[in-house]
């Protein structure tokens, strides 16, 4: 079992940056795919981005990149999204969410699922 925690949500200006960290407790991330989801209340949850453990390779939704970025500190056990030139389109709840397998991708099977961190970006 994996237990995901999200943190640094907030409320931030149009612009801004936020760096969302989701700490693993349970086993060591070194072999786990990696990802970060959102939800907007009455919209289905989104993609964000997604890293592999075998290469770090990543996987980003189009209207983020450029914009954020996702990485991932094994030793730590966690992951981070940094935020940069957020929009009020980002606004949402972020989800960590980890998958038993190499590629973390917006179709893979994910496993674990964090509760979210609430992101609000003001205009």
């Known amino acids: 079992q994996v237990q995901l925690v999200e943190s640094g949500g907030g409320l931030v200006q149009a612009g801004g940056s936020l760096r969302l960290s989701c700490a693993a407790s349970?086993?060591?991330?070194?072999?786990?795919?990696m990802a970060w989801f959102r939800q907007v209340p009455g919209q289905e949850r989104e993609f964000v981005a997604g890293?592999?453990?075998?290469?770090?390779?990543?996987y980003y939704e189009d209207s983020v990149k450029g914009r954020f970025t996702i990485s991932r500190d094994n030793i730590k056990n966690t992951v981070y999204l940094q935020m940069n030139s957020l929009k009020p389109d980002d606004t949402a709840v972020y989800y960590c969410?980890?998958?038993?397998?190499?590629?973390?991708?917006?179709?893979?099977?994910?496993?674990?699922w964090g509760q979210g961190t609430r992101v609000t970006v003001s205009s």
């Open positions: 890293i592999s453990w075998r290469d770090s390779s990543s």
């Open positions: 349970g086993r060591t991330i070194g072999r786990i795919a």
């Open positions: 969410a980890a998958a038993n397998t190499v590629i973390a991708g917006p179709k893979t099977m994910y496993n674990y």
